[in-house]
């Protein structure tokens, strides 16, 4: 056995591999559990992980599906209210309207009354991925229901609300 700088025990590695021993034991969560943005982070990536096992056949991620569904609901929307809404910096955007525009699923046209700006429309092929796309997010959303009682969809809508209120 070694030591390491805060004079902890550790296990000394075989061939590179952990010990069976210390592969089978518990994880301690420490406080994890009991931080809000833990469990909110736990939630989303459960919910990221069962669109990408249900959804893995449509091409698009759970972001650029909130991002195609908001093109659609707002034809012509500029990149600049989508940073607006997303709150990301443009860098970050312009990769994703980049990438979904080489995949044809976006086309920019230039804005008729502001030049200097592109409006972003789908295309045929993105209004139907989006369509099959919302239909597995719908019954996702219908799975997640199914979890809680009466009432508390409304509820906890409203408290994730109030928690991104509270840190903008």
Known sequence: ????????TVP????NLISPATKNK????????????YQVRQAQAAVFRNFSETGNDLGVTPGE????TLVRENPGIHQTSLVR???????????SI???????????IRDEE???FYGLWLTEFAESVLDRATDRIEAQEHQMNSALAQGEREQLLRLLSKISSALE
């Open 26 to 37: 518990e994880v301690s969560l420490g406080k994890l559990p009991h931080y809000l943005g």
């Open 12 to 15: 000394e590695k075989q061939n």
């Open 98 to 108: 980049s990438d979904l525009n080489k995949r044809k699923l976006i086309h920019r």
């Open 65 to 68: 599906f909130s991002l195609l």
């Open 85 to 95: 809404v997303y709150r990301l910096d443009k860098s970050t955007l312009s990769n």
């Open 114 to 116: 502001d030049r200097r």
């Open 1 to 8: 056995m070694k030591t390491d700088r805060k004079s902890k």
